[in-house]
């Protein structure tokens, strides 16, 4: 490997949005038609490390080597720094995630935040968490909000070329730490369709879909002010009501597109019921079956029993976690 000039490690969160992004305006370079934010989830993270001046480019990602569309995502990313830099050459990735990647945890947000920051580095480029956010979000969309840890939100923007559109912190970790995401892992199938197809089917064929912009940009303040206050009933109320509204433009769509699965919608009606036994606990639920439940960390073990009620495969229990980070431990 003497032959690698530069090479750089980092890790990032995953996060979970409570006003969700659900629609491009750009597909090409992953513009949202509405603003979203989202909360970083510790201890969920992906571990990348890169180094130029490889024979081939080459990316493996959890032990096997990616191909197809996998592949060009990533490859995407690195492009852009050859775009300014040809004379970085080919390119060696390896990614590994300490959790579950079908279970729905937005492992990809996680990986393209630590890909994007890993990348930078190893070009030799100033930290800088903008540039890092933008390049990030050319992986994936959320994945621009898991550069900064905490509470962040990804700015719609509005320019044409996107360089408006990319995440910033608005509260760090420590600011709520004792604020509880739980994890509901209730299928680990493959979903039918992907984010990015069903939100795309949404954008063209859904009659809410121009509601959804518009409720989901007036979602952004309320939600910073309920986390300003701590105040997790509003919060709560709030995100379950912006997940439902996002659901309610698939569901509306042609053909219609149902994320949830009888369990899922069996746990989120019950939820009402739990919190009238004195249980502050909510939902919200991303493009797939398996609930994030929101809740303070004295009531995690009340939350776990309503959960295992639901025979979950797997429950995992997180908290806001911090910035994506460069380590010195590389995977190769
Ligand atoms: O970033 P993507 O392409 O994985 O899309 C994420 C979409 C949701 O998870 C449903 C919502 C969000 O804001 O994370």
């Known amino acids: 490997m003497s032959n690698l000039n530069g090479k750089a490690t980092a890790v990032a969160h995953?996060?979970?949005?409570?006003?969700?992004?659900?629609?491009?305006?750009?597909?090409?370079?992953?513009?949202?038609?509405?603003?979203?934010?989202?909360?970083?989830?510790?201890?969920?993270?992906?571990?990348?490390?890169?180094?130029?001046?490889?024979?081939?480019?080459?990316?493996?990602?959890?032990?096997?080597?990616?191909?197809?569309?996998e592949r060009l995502r990533v490859l995407a990313l690195v492009d852009e720094l050859r775009r300014g830099k040809s004379a970085l050459g080919c390119v060696r990735v390896h990614s590994e995630g300490n959790f579950p990647v079908s279970a729905g945890l937005a492992s990809s947000a996680a990986a393209f935040a630590a890909l994007a920051l890993a990348l930078r580095s190893a070009a030799g480029l100033p930290r800088d968490v903008e540039a890092t956010s933008l390049l990030a979000r050319l992986g994936s969309g959320s994945a621009c909000r898991s550069v900064q840890g905490g509470v962040c939100v990804w700015c719609r923007g509005k320019r044409k070329d996107g360089a408006d559109s990319f995440a910033r912190?608005?509260?760090?970790?420590?600011?709520?730490?004792?604020?509880?995401?739980?994890?509901?892992?209730?299928?680990?199938?493959?979903?039918?369709?992907?984010?990015?197809?069903?939100?795309?089917?949404?954008?063209?064929?859904?009659?809410?879909?121009?509601?959804?912009?518009?409720?989901?940009?007036?979602?952004?303040?309320?939600?910073?002010?309920?986390?300003?206050?701590?105040?997790?009933?509003?919060?709560?109320?709030?995100?379950?009501?912006?997940?439902?509204?996002?659901?309610?433009?698939?569901?509306?769509?042609?053909?219609?597109?149902?994320?949830?699965?009888?369990?899922?919608?069996?746990?989120?009606?019950?939820?009402?019921?739990?919190?009238?036994?004195?249980?502050?606990?909510?939902?919200?639920?991303?493009?797939?079956?398996?609930?994030?439940?929101?809740?303070?960390e004295a009531h995690v073990p009340k939350v776990l029993a309503f959960a295992q009620s639901f025979s979950p495969l797997e429950t995992v229990v997180c908290h806001p976690g911090g910035d994506a980070r460069l380590e010195e431990a590389h995977l190769f």
């Open 169 to 296: 912190q608005h509260f760090s970790p420590q600011h709520w730490p004792t604020l509880r995401m739980v994890a509901v892992v209730l299928s680990r199938e493959e979903k039918a369709v992907k984010s990015r197809d069903g939100m795309r089917s949404a954008v063209k064929t859904s009659p809410y879909y121009p509601a959804w912009i518009k409720s989901a940009e007036e979602d952004i303040q309320p939600a910073l002010k309920a986390i300003a206050a701590r105040d997790l009933e509003r919060l709560g109320t709030l995100a379950e009501c912006n997940a439902w509204r996002m659901h309610a433009t698939s569901f509306a769509a042609e053909p219609p597109l149902s994320y949830m699965k009888p369990s899922t919608l069996a746990l989120l009606l019950a939820l009402e019921e739990e919190r009238q036994r004195g249980t502050p606990v909510w939902f919200t639920l991303d493009a797939g079956p398996n609930p994030v439940l929101l809740t303070e």
């Open 14 to 69: 995953s996060n979970i949005a409570l006003v969700k992004y659900w629609g491009k305006r750009n597909e090409a370079l992953i513009l949202p038609w509405q603003s979203s934010l989202s909360v970083t989830l510790a201890p969920l993270e992906v571990k990348t490390t890169v180094a130029f001046g490889a024979p081939e480019d080459s990316v493996q990602l959890n032990g096997k080597e990616a191909q197809g569309s």
